[in-house]
């Protein structure tokens, strides 16, 4: 008896739960709770808006001068002047050093008064021959002296010439290392003259890339120095892959008339490439499902509001917004957070809304070393 009153209980509660499933599903009270009724699933929107996307090589490179070159002496002697200051700005061809020369000075003094006295036989003999009184022969004689003499001059000039250092181009005197009085020889540095009006900046890509760079394309560049972002071009691509690298050099040009810029530095630098503008939406926006991606997409029906799954061909990603490559038309509407509380056909609220950016417009890079 106990057992039967016991099973007629169970079924009486059972019915009473299937008889409230059955109200409950007939009143709308299960889409309410479930977010179906009373205005659907509460999602934020954004709309689809027009980007501007670019393909970024990056890679970090070396500043070098334009022309650069350490100023040595031509021949061992003591410094007598030294006519420059460490950070200077030299013309080209501006006397920087001056060596001891006072054997050289004699030595000319010497060889000219030679030339002298072997221009005034010369003509002396050339009036001579010319009335017969003197051979032909006395006459090339003292031309071959003359010439000795002129080019014994020409020797000791150059010689005085090699005491007298020039700047060989404008540019800035780095840092001296010698002293008036100081013994130089040939290879000795003095200073350091470097052209820094144009940076000569050199980095190296990965060799599958090669495709992808051209003399002429826009550079970007920046140090930890300086927060400036520096432009440029690139002027030159190297002729050889280097074999144990498998990478290639790049040269470009950027323009550093302010002095902003030193030899030495380390720079980051960005190739742009492939400049687009394309359609682009949230990263939070987006569900996968195996090797397919989706969005959900706002669609107006009788119940009112509700969203279809849209699938789409992602491209890059920079700055949260990932790049539409097909699957959406701008000014469609999304769901930008909630995704996961949504599916196929579901009525939604709007509960809040991204505001389209005013110009609608931003850049993409690629990944650190190569295209992202």
Do not use: C
């Amino acid at each position: 008896m106990k057992r039967a009153a016991f099973l007629i209980f169970a079924l009486v509660v059972f019915a009473a739960m299937a008889v409230a499933v059955l109200i409950r599903s007939m009143t709308g009270e299960d889409d309410v709770a479930n977010g179906w009724g009373g205005g659907g699933v509460p999602v934020e929107v954004s709309p689809v808006e027009t980007r501007e996307f670019v393909d970024i090589v990056e890679a970090l490179g070396t500043a070098g001068a334009n022309e650069g070159v350490t100023i040595t002496a031509k021949v061992s002697d003591t410094i007598s002047r030294i006519n420059f200051d460490s950070g200077d700005y030299v013309e080209e061809g501006r006397i920087l050093v001056e060596l001891a020369s006072a054997e050289e000075a004699a030595g000319l003094n010497e060889a000219r008064a030679t030339l002298r006295e072997a221009e005034r036989e010369m003509t002396r003999i050339r009036d001579l021959t010319e009335r017969g009184v003197a051979p032909q022969s006395r006459q090339d004689e003292v031309l071959a002296v003359l010439e000795r003499a002129r080019a014994r001059v020409s020797q000791i000039e150059a010689r005085v010439a090699d005491h007298i250092i020039r700047a060989p181009f404008s540019g800035i005197i780095g840092l001296r290392h010698v002293s008036p009085g100081e013994l130089v020889g040939p290879g000795d540095a003095i200073a350091r003259l470097d052209d820094t009006s144009v940076i000569k900046l050199d980095f190296t890509v990965p060799e599958r890339f090669l495709s992808v760079l051209a003399e002429g394309m826009q550079v970007e560049a920046r140090t930890s120095a300086s927060e400036q972002t520096f432009t440029g071009e690139i002027a030159r691509i190297d002729s050889r892959v280097d074999p144990v690298t498998r990478a290639v050099t790049v040269r470009a040009l950027i323009d550093n008339e302010d002095g902003e810029l030193r030899p030495g530095q380390l720079m980051t630098v960005e190739v742009r490439r492939d400049e687009r503008q394309r359609p682009a939406v949230p990263g939070s926006a987006l569900t996968r499902y195996g090797n397919e991606v989706f969005v959900f997409v706002l669609t107006q029906t009788e119940r009112g509001t509700s969203v279809e799954r849209r699938l789409i061909e992602p491209g890059i990603r920079i700055n949260g917004m990932i790049e539409v490559l097909s699957g959406l038309e701008v000014g469609e509407r999304i769901v930008s957070e909630g995704v996961h509380r949504v599916s196929e056909g579901m009525p939604v609220t709007v509960a809040d809304e991204a505001p389209a950016s005013p110009n609608g417009a931003g850049s993409a890079t690629t990944s650190s070393g190569g295209v992202r």
